[in-house]
């Protein structure tokens, strides 16, 4: 994103370009109201393009993050975003996969949900930025020897030879990525936490998405809809990843065709049956999990249960049942293929 310019503009306060959109939400009870799609995608392509003042920015984030953000403005601002991808390309993808969250608490067992798809001939496209600690996504995809992509054409040719890439957010919207920095300032997210994860640059027509609170999923469901998402899954993730917890009922959020409905997958396992705010985040471990050479059954339950969503989601299986067993399966046939 270019540098915002912190001087006054020429103009009163009143007749910047930007001021009726922060007015709009920020006039209070009574008069503020809500932006429309239209209205969102201008407040945030004029955001991403560097023509906003560091104050109003500010505010404008605020204001949304105090009383939360529509369906309406987010698929507005995701259509800015989309519209300001750097040199996008055609990318023949199945599923889709933001990886968002900023700071991992437990080890990303959902790459090895996605590599289990990915080997099983479903094409997985991550892409999301880097966080903070010694286990965060770009970290473990190192240990699991993962290459990024650089742009949409390193991407493709991932997707092509392994059925997986990871793109990351600043290779492909690097004035988006730099919002993010903005927590440290203002210590809070803000709504690009929130839409950044409904963007699919590879216009993938199965869209995962891990959401912080439950209170999230009705409205991601419903921008996924106003998106004309073909197929999208939200549900309450590990730190807000697409990760699903295995000791807990899973509520998913489900969009299939246009029709918004819910799903309640069981828990998998016994309550307290991996200490995962108390594990070691070491990305070695992932590794050896993958081979087989460590064998823990709350995190496998999350990776063949993350997977069994999205071969629901994708049309592979009919119900939760058939799915489960499904990733399981593909599991232990991973194993198998391995030791030859």
Known sequence: MPPLDASPPDTPAAGHPFAPFVRTICRGEKLSRSLSREEAAEAMGMILSGRVDPIQLGAFLMVLRYRKETPEELAGFADAARAAFANPCTLAVDLDWPSYADRHRQLPYFLLAARLLARNGVRVLMHGLDGVGPATTRKALAALGISLSHSFEEARAGLDRDNFAYLPLENFCPALETLFALRSLLGLRSAVNTFARILNPGAAPAEMQGVFHPTY????????????????????????????????????????????????????????SHPWRDETLDPASLVALWHGEWTPAGPIAAITGTAAIALKLLGQASTMEEAQTAAEAMWRQRRIEESH
């Open 217 to 272: 999923l009705a409205p991601h469901q419903e921008t996924a809809r106003l998106l004309n998402q073909p197929r999208a899954a939200v549900f309450k993730g590990g730190a807000g990843e697409v990760q699903r917890n295995p000791e807990k009922p899973c509520r998913v959020a489900m969009v299939v065709d246009g029709e918004c409905f819910e799903e309640v997958w069981p828990a998998l396992t016994q309550p307290a």
